[in-house]
């Protein structure tokens, strides 16, 4: 039987693939696909944070949601963590969906940085509760 760590362990592992590739298209100026990885490296973690909670979800919306009621709302987390991961999103949704928008270098940069702090984060956040 698979230990109940492991779940955490791959939502951690992918979410740190999604931030080395977002790392990776921004050095090569590719900042749409940067701002994409950068988002999906911060769904993966709050995947990992709700499902302490034993919750998962596959709808983006239901994710962030989740992620404010059990973990913002709470005070588990700043405000902060909340209006990064809502930048990097609304990033993500210009890149993927806005022909005629392109992104801009800083805000690539800019949802990169933020992925990554979100991301050590949740880790000393599932440290900190055994849960790695």
């Given amino acids: 039987m698979p230990d109940p760590k492991d779940n955490y362990r791959l939502y ?8 080395a590739v977002a ?6 100026a590719h900042y749409s696909s940067a701002c994409n990885r950068a988002y999906y490296s911060i769904f993966y973690a709050a ?17 962030i949601a989740a992620f404010r009621q059990y973990f913002i709302k ?15 999103m609304e990033n993500r949704q210009t890149a993927d969906y806005e022909l005629y928008d392109d992104v801009e270098k800083e805000d690539a940069i800019k949802s990169v940085a933020k ?18």
Wanted: overall charge negative.
């Fill in 74 to 88: 709470t005070g588990e987390f700043d405000k902060q963590w909340s209006d990064d991961y809502q930048f990097v």
């Fill in 12 to 19: 951690m592992e992918h979410a740190r693939e999604m931030l």
């Fill in 115 to 132: 992925a990554r702090t979100f991301i050590e984060e949740v880790k000393k956040w599932l440290l900190k509760h055994n849960l790695l």
């Fill in 23 to 28: 790392e990776e298209n921004l050095g090569n």
């Fill in 47 to 63: 995947s990992a944070l709700l499902y302490s909670k034993g919750k998962t979800y596959g709808k983006h919306s239901a994710v």
